[in-house]
């Protein structure tokens, strides 16, 4: 079981386990603006998901899925690019989403840790996918109908493509997952891996209760069971089996991250830190 | 003095970068045209993925279209809602497609989030007709294709994506 060794001291157990992540951010840092906070974490999802997945550009197991991976990352980074902007010009501090981008430390990223996960093999990567695309088409799906009207633009067009990206890990998790004795113990190996880093996405703090202000309301926990319900047929179909609920990792919503991220960053950021306002 | 009429005709002329076949109007990415007194153009467009890299080139040769027409300056506006469908590419658009060798988009399902059940009947082969193909992948060479191949004259086509 790998240990999570994040620059900010990694998750402790006892607070892994806790139902609700306390307010505080790391280094008891405060919570932004509810709504900034709320659209970072929805563009910085998507932003570090489609990084790590345009890294299997080149890599693809098949011609086929390296140009899937492709369109799904580019999709994921135009999602990113208007969450980004809209969060920037909530903050109001005339930062644009690539200063948002590319500026950014990994303390001030708040992405889930799931998706900064290394890709692993690709049905390391399938899994992930699979986890991650039924929450973020359920949250596209309310927030759709939310009163936030750049919000509720951004998220039924994303819902579109977001379906698109689940139908396509759901069925190479089934295909995997019901395929070759080898193929089957390597992604039931994934989803137990991985299986840690889903207890955050459905985690409620003070920002989704402040952003009702701005007309946005998420029932965290509907969408939670639905996942979960999602999510097990999916699994019963690939005849795999839905790891026990262990301990949680947790803290991404409040910057404290993975190792993984830095390096994800550092390779990200490079450019743009080395020639501060090119364009190209 | 360009007219509203006439800078829509200009714009009805601008090829998409990625799918030459059609303008940008009749893909549904010119969502309206306005012309004020002094010749000042607004253009609104809106994309079709959210990452779709010709959205630039799109705009650079709505821009450049009319200011060769006449227009005195040209805003070019980005509208997010209501979200691009491929319902708004119009049948005349849809056999252009078809002749440049992408099957044209079925019609675009709303509804529930279906996981794993296919979205529809075999696509026609846009070369020979024939019924007889099988989808190879749901991405293709740009965003908004999918990739098939035709069991009856062999030919790997394009399919322009239902959403």
């Not at chain 1, 209760?209 to 029932?219: K, S, T």
């Not at chain 2, 191949?149 to 239902?162: H, I, L, M, T, Y």
Request: charged residues 25%.
């Amino acid at each position: 079981m790998p240990e999570l060794e994040g620059d900010a001291g990694g998750v402790g157990a006892g607070e892994a386990t806790s139902g609700v992540a306390p307010v505080a951010g790391p280094r008891n840092a405060p919570v932004g603006e509810p709504l900034v906070e709320f659209l970072l974490r929805l563009g910085d999802d998507r932003l570090v998901l489609g990084h790590r997945l345009s890294e299997w550009t080149g890599h693809g197991p098949i011609l086929e899925e390296d140009i899937a991976t492709a369109n799904v990352a580019l999709d994921l980074i135009g999602q990113a690019t208007l969450l980004l902007k809209l969060a920037g010009a909530a903050e109001g501090q005339g930062r644009d989403e690539d200063a948002l981008a590319y500026f950014r430390d990994g303390v001030e990223y708040r992405n889930c840790l799931l998706v900064e996960q290394p890709n692993g093999d690709f049905g390391d990567t399938m899994v992930r996918q699979l986890l991650f695309d039924t929450y973020s088409v359920l949250l596209w799906e309310a927030l759709a109908k939310c009163g936030h009207a750049e919000l509720a633009a951004i998220a039924a067009k994303a819902l579109k493509e977001g379906k698109y990206h689940l139908r396509h890990s759901s069925e190479w998790v089934v295909r995997l997952g019901d395929g070759t004795a080898e193929s089957h113990a390597r992604v039931q190996g994934s989803l137990d891996r991985l299986w840690r880093y889903t207890g955050e996405l459905f985690d409620r703090d003070e920002v989704d209760d402040r952003v009702a202000a701005h007309g946005i309301g998420v029932d965290t926990a509907g969408i939670e069971r639905r996942w979960e319900a999602m999510v097990r047929d999916v699994l019963a179909r690939a005849t795999l089996e839905r790891p026990a609920d262990g301990p949680m990792q947790r803290g991404g919503r409040r910057g404290r991250h993975s190792e993984h991220l830095g390096h994800l960053l550092a390779t990200m950021q490079s450019v743009a830190r080395a020639h501060p306002g090119a364009s190209w | 003095m360009l007219t509203r009429a006439q800078a829509l005709e200009v714009l009805g002329t601008v090829p998409d970068p990625e799918v030459p076949a059609v303008s940008v109007v009749e893909l549904g990415i010119v969502r309206d045209v306005e012309v004020a007194a002094d010749g000042a153009a607004t253009v609104t467009i809106t994309p079709t993925y959210s990452g779709c890299p010709a959205m630039f080139e799109i705009e650079k040769d709505v821009r450049a279209a009319l200011l060769g027409a006449g227009a005195a300056s040209v805003d070019v506006r980005t509208l997010l809602s209501p979200a691009w469908t491929t319902d708004w590419i119009g049948a005349e658009a849809r056999e252009k497609l078809r002749q440049y060798g992408i099957a044209p988009p079925g019609r675009a399902q709303e509804g529930g989030l279906v996981t794993l059940t296919r979205r529809h009947a075999p696509v026609p082969c846009p070369f020979c007709g024939s019924g007889d193909t099988q989808l190879k992948s749901e991405f293709g060479s740009t965003a908004c294709k999918a990739i098939h191949v035709c069991n009856n004259c062999r030919q790997p086509f394009d399919e322009f994506k239902a959403i």
